[in-house]
Each structure stands twice: as C-alpha cells, then as structure tokens.
C-alpha cells in the first residue's frame, strides 16, 4: 500500500528527488515484565537521548526536501544508531542529503554510495554550536545563520513525526516485535503521505493562483 500511494503521488510529480531529508525517531515500548513470557521484548532496546533513556523501537525516514513526503522508512531496535541506518534511506537519484548532528560522519559511511555520492549536509554539534553563542565575529554569526536555515529546511521531517505520534496518535508501539509495529507505521505513514500530498497540491495552487 505504501508502495502503491508513493507511485500514485510521483505520477502526480509530487517526488522531486533533488534531495532527502533523513531523521529518526524513538518510539517508546513498555518495560513491564507482567506478561506471559515475564521478560521485556527482546527486539526493543534502549537508547539515550539528551540525559534521558528510553526503551522502545528507532522509526527511521527518509524525506523529499521539498515536498515533505516520506519515500523510504525503516523501523529498528531503540540502541541502532542514526547514521548507521542513513545510507538505507536514500533512493540513490538524491544529490544532497540533510540531518542534524545525529549524521556527523555520514559521508565516510562504507554503505553511501561510492559513485556520484550525494553532498552530506549535516548540522553541528550541539556542543560546539553554543559555543558559537557567545561568539560576536562575523565567522560566527554566519554560522549561527546557516544553522537556522539548515534547521528550517530539516523542520519538514518533524511534521511527519508529529502526524505519526499526534494526529494519529502512534506514540508508543502496540505490539510486541519489530514486524508489527514495521507494518502499522509503514500503513500510517502512507496515510500521512496522502495528506501532506493532497496539502503540498493546494499550496502550490493557491501560490499560482488558480
């Protein structure tokens, strides 16, 4: 169904493909051993964010720049790293690629592609851009500028987790397994691509104005 959405939206020329967009999610699972088998699900694992851990499932996508619509996705354990999963989630026609400081390294990953590989275009790390905080140079207020409009353009990719775990209320897994789960999220997310699809139309036509 995913599959047969995103061909109907890119008949419709709605997939660019000029670039992707990559970002990953955790989804939380519960940690309750008051079940059948006594034991936590042995596919999720956990993962630290910030100085909080989580344990659950890592919901990976890949992006349109311009359109916003999801054209690969992939769900993983809570303990897979960002980058590792980035190469997957590139349909190979994208000349650049976006991320925030989670794909430092990116474009040294044995799995991109090693003809025509696409430009990383990955923010700082989050450390070293506050440094930049307390830096008046102009060096420094043209990174910090290049920052927030990196960070505009990577905002697209947010909007389809917040249509994932808000809108369709999809914030914590439901089932036990990766496979479950995999086939609920691919489902909802065609559903949002329909939406945001149907959205980025209107949009353009109100822009034209017909």
Known sequence: MFQAINQTLADRGLFLKAGTIVDASLIAA???TKNQSQSRDPEMHASKKGNQWFFGSKFHIGVDHETGLVHTLKVTSGNV???AEAAHLLHGEEQFVHGDAGYQGLE????MPADNPPT???AMRPGKLRKLSNDDSEQAQLLR????????????VEHVF???????????????????NTARLTFLTAI???L??????RRCLMASGI
């Open 162 to 180: 917040r249509d994932i775990k808000i809108r369709f209320g999809y914030a914590k897994n439901r089932y036990r397994g990766l496979a479950k």
């Open 145 to 156: 500028a290049a920052a927030r409009e990196l960070a505009s353009r990577r905002a697209k």
């Open 30 to 32: 519960p940690t309750s």
């Open 192 to 194: 949002a691509n329909v």
């Open 81 to 83: 790293s960002d980058v």
């Open 120 to 122: 990383c275009v990955v």
């Open 108 to 111: 040294k990953r044995p799995e």
């Open 196 to 201: 945001r699809g149907d959205a980025y139309e």
